[in-house]
């Protein structure tokens, strides 16, 4: 069965720490992971795709890795600010032909930054 | 470019009641989505169009559902009659071919509260 897991279902931290938070899945054929961050009231916005040939693929402060052997993909967020609060949502697409059709959506990992 | 416009943001209506939810999509993209999400469920792809043509529709709940795209740049989803758990957010969200790594554009969502 294709799923996708993340891990922890909240976390909570003090602004300025780093953390990491995990995807584990179990999509196949794999075509592509990506990560989302979605802010209360707001839709979904694309921070990482990446392919099973890309291990590892940044945007500021966010750094995210996939490892296709193991099915794992790790967001990892450093120096984490407030407005890093939101909830993070792994997305798995299976196809590997250009069809958004078959994506698998996490249940998110809903962060908290405080002060 | 506004991004993929929905509204209402925010719908309420009572059990039984036809409601309609509206999307405009970004210019230029040919896939078009609709997609509910749930505390419990996380997000689900109801449906989604190509160039206008429903592709895949095997998400809809039920026949109380429905989708239309009549042009490039307008699609709705109605539910008819309306029931208590089709309380949820819905999202709409766009995208054109791109190589494999086509990114997904969502709206704000329509948070529907049908009592």
């Known amino acids: 069965k294709n799923q996708v897991e993340q891990s922890p279902q909240s976390l909570i931290i003090l602004e300025g720490k780093n953390c990491t938070l995990q995807?584990?899945?179990?999509?196949?054929?794999?075509?592509?992971l990506r990560w989302y961050k979605q802010d209360t009231g707001r839709g979904p916005v694309s921070l990482t795709i990446?392919?099973?040939?890309?291990n590892t693929k940044s945007n500021g402060r966010y750094t995210a890795t996939l490892d296709a052997d193991t099915k794992q993909s790790s967001l990892h967020i450093t120096a984490s600010q407030l407005s890093d609060s939101a909830s993070y949502i792994c997305?798995?697409?299976?196809?590997?032909?250009?069809?958004?059709?078959?994506?698998?959506f996490g249940r998110g990992t809903q962060l908290t930054v405080w002060p | 470019d506004a991004g993929v416009i929905q509204s209402p943001r925010h719908e309420v209506t009572e059990m039984g009641q036809e409601v309609t939810l509206r999307c405009k999509p970004i210019?230029?993209?040919?896939?078009l989505f609709w997609y509910r999400q749930t505390m419990m469920r996380g997000l689900e792809l109801l449906i989604y169009?190509?160039?206008?043509?429903?592709?895949?529709d095997s998400g809809m709940p039920e026949d109380r559902f429905s989708a239309k795209m009549p042009n490039a740049s307008f699609s709705t989803l109605k539910i008819q009659p309306s029931e208590p758990r089709d309380s949820a957010v819905y999202f709409c969200?766009?995208?054109?071919?791109?190589?494999?790594?086509?990114?997904?554009?969502f709206g704000s969502g329509t948070q529907l509260s049908v009592l």
């Open positions: 210019s230029g993209h040919d896939y």
């Open positions: 997305v798995v697409s299976s196809d590997r032909g250009s069809t958004l059709g078959r994506l698998y």
């Open positions: 169009f190509n160039n206008n043509v429903p592709i895949d």
């Open positions: 969200a766009s995208s054109f071919l791109a190589r494999g790594k086509e990114k997904l554009f």
């Open positions: 995807c584990n899945y179990t999509v196949s054929p794999f075509s592509n």
């Open positions: 990446m392919t099973f040939s890309e």
